[in-house]
């Protein structure tokens, strides 16, 4: 069992409104309560109104018995901002108190970091396969930075797996720019985009080759761009990456991350599932050739 850290628990833990009671002949649930829970705590926020709100998963902890865990999906508009924001939210509740996480005490390790969001059929898509078999029976998702370092290791490794196993494996790809630590991601990204619209090929593969002669802090967009054109041997003008279309393309894989609560590089699902290892992958072909 885990042990917990019970200072932090009770610090972060909150009553809710009151245990499960009746109203008329009617119980309400742990799921009604923490659902009218969220939908309260998000409304204290003046900046926010709330579009939709949904539990999209929820996970029962025997480490913490009587315990879940709620992943909500939130659509949520920004009124100062003017614009909609799809992101997750996750509560741990037990029907009459909630908190945002359980922390083991002997790892410091998190439990929210155990909840993962499984990869629609509909991330599959044309837009973004990028080797393989479409048809395959695997199929494997990745979210990247070409600017991460583990990235620039991973990401051409798992691209020539694929190609060497054609027939069992489609690899789609999804960019995720980690802009706080890699701004210049976000200018080559974009860049790259362009390319692939003009029907350059084999961009990401050549971005990726030519990865570690980026300055990843660049922030001066025209300095990022003009290295990509020097690189990858093209010639995208700081408009064409400017474009709205561009930019909508772009923000669509970063919407499509939060989704599945991706939050860092790279990220892997295979069939769907979240692959913390980044090696399952690999016995699939072990298991295929049984």
């Known amino acids: 069992m885990l042990k917990l850290l019970s200072l932090s628990l009770i610090a972060s833990s909150i009553?809710?409104?009151?245990?499960?009671?009746?109203?008329?002949?009617?119980?309400?649930?742990?799921?009604?309560?923490?659902?009218?829970?969220?939908?309260?705590?998000?409304l204290r926020n003046s900046n926010i109104s709330?579009?939709?709100?949904?539990?999209s998963k929820k996970v029962d902890f025997k480490e913490v018995n009587g315990w879940s865990a709620y992943v909500f999906d939130l659509d949520?508009?920004?009124?100062?901002?003017?614009?909609d924001l799809q992101t997750q939210d996750i509560l741990f509740t037990n029907g009459n108190f909630v908190t945002s996480d359980f922390?083991?005490?002997k790892t410091g390790k998190s439990?929210?970091?155990?909840?993962?969001?499984?990869?629609?059929?509909?991330?599959?898509?044309?837009?973004?396969?990028?080797?393989?078999?479409?048809?395959?029976?695997?199929?494997?998702?990745?979210?990247?930075?070409?600017?991460?370092?583990?990235c620039m290791d991973f990401v051409?490794?798992?691209?020539?797996?694929?190609?060497?196993?054609?027939?069992d494996f489609g690899l789609y790809y999804y960019h995720f720019p980690i802009a706080s630590i890699h701004p210049a991601a976000v200018t080559l990204i974009k860049a790259a985009l362009v390319a692939e619209k003009k029907g350059e090929k084999d961009v990401i593969e050549r971005l990726y080759a030519n990865a570690?002669?980026?300055?990843?802090r660049e922030t001066n967009e025209a300095k990022n761009l003009k290295s990509f054109n020097e690189?990858?041997?093209?010639?995208?003008?700081?408009?064409?990456?400017q474009d709205k279309k561009i930019e909508e393309r772009f923000s669509e894989d970063i919407i499509k991350a939060r989704k599945i609560m991706v939050k860092g590089t790279p990220t892997l699902f295979v069939n769907g599932k979240l692959d913390r290892t980044k090696k399952v992958y690999l016995d699939l072909v072990k298991e295929d050739s049984k």
């Open 103 to 105: 922390i083991n005490i």
């Open 76 to 83: 949520l508009k920004l009124k100062k901002e003017k614009q």
């Open 15 to 42: 009553l809710l409104a009151e245990p499960t009671i009746k109203e008329g002949k009617k119980t309400v649930s742990k799921d009604e309560k923490v659902l009218t829970y969220e939908k309260r705590r998000i």
């Open 231 to 241: 690189k990858l041997k093209s010639n995208i003008k700081l408009e064409e990456i």
């Open 212 to 216: 570690t002669d980026f300055k990843s």
């Open 156 to 167: 051409p490794d798992l691209i020539e797996f694929v190609k060497k196993h054609p027939k």
């Open 111 to 150: 439990l929210k970091n155990y909840i993962s969001v499984d990869a629609p059929e509909s991330y599959y898509d044309e837009e973004h396969f990028l080797v393989g078999n479409k048809d395959a029976k695997n199929k494997l998702l990745v979210f990247s930075d070409p600017l991460c370092p583990f």
């Open 50 to 55: 709330l579009n939709t709100i949904k539990v």
